[in-house]
């Protein structure tokens, strides 16, 4: 027996529309292509990062990314990789990927849209702050690991260094 994952009814209500309206609000730098995709300027601690929001109609989600200001070399693969696993296993939303081929480090979310017009405005908000919080936290452990030849070890651990107060 297989799942039917398909949309029936064609609708004119724009899923896209409400992230606009917040990244907006928020005083992004955005572009909105034909092909159902927002490019985003994500700002963090460590500089703007590229955001993608994209619809993608069958199965209906909406896909989010943001690539990572890190530049992965190729002879830290398994480093890498080591540490993108750690990394994911305290999310609470998203993940990280690394694509060794292109050289590139992630944050990625999905947010199934089956039986549904669009994403709440509490959805969007929660998937931008756990890639803010997450990007926040691990873009410094992923530069420990490729620039300082730290252990992911070391690096997840300075990563969850929490201080208390400030001085």
């Not at 990314?65 to 480093?79: E, F, I, N, W």
């Not at 993108?84 to 199934?112: C, I, Q, S």
Request: with cysteine; charged share 25%.
């Amino acid at each position: 027996m297989s799942l039917d994952i398909s949309t029936s009814e064609d609708t004119e209500i724009d899923p896209l529309a409400l992230i606009e309206e917040i990244i907006s609000d928020a005083g992004w730098h955005y572009e909105r292509d034909e092909d159902d995709a927002i490019q985003c300027a994500l700002p963090s601690r460590w500089g703007e990062m590229g955001g993608l929001f994209a619809l993608r109609r069958e199965p209906a989600a909406i896909h989010f990314s943001v690539t990572l200001d890190v530049k992965p070399v190729a002879s830290k693969r398994a480093a890498i990789a080591e540490l993108v696993m750690m990394a994911n296993e305290r999310l609470w939303l998203g993940h990280f990927d690394y694509w060794a081929e292109d050289a590139v480090l992630l944050f990625r979310h999905a947010l199934p849209m089956l039986d549904r017009d669009e994403p709440s405005e509490g959805e969007i908000r929660s998937i931008i702050a756990a890639a803010t919080d997450s990007i926040d936290r691990f873009v410094p452990a992923f530069n420990f690991v490729i620039w300082a030849g730290k252990t992911p070890h070391d690096a997840i651990d300075a990563a969850m260094f929490e201080t208390a107060g400030e001085a």
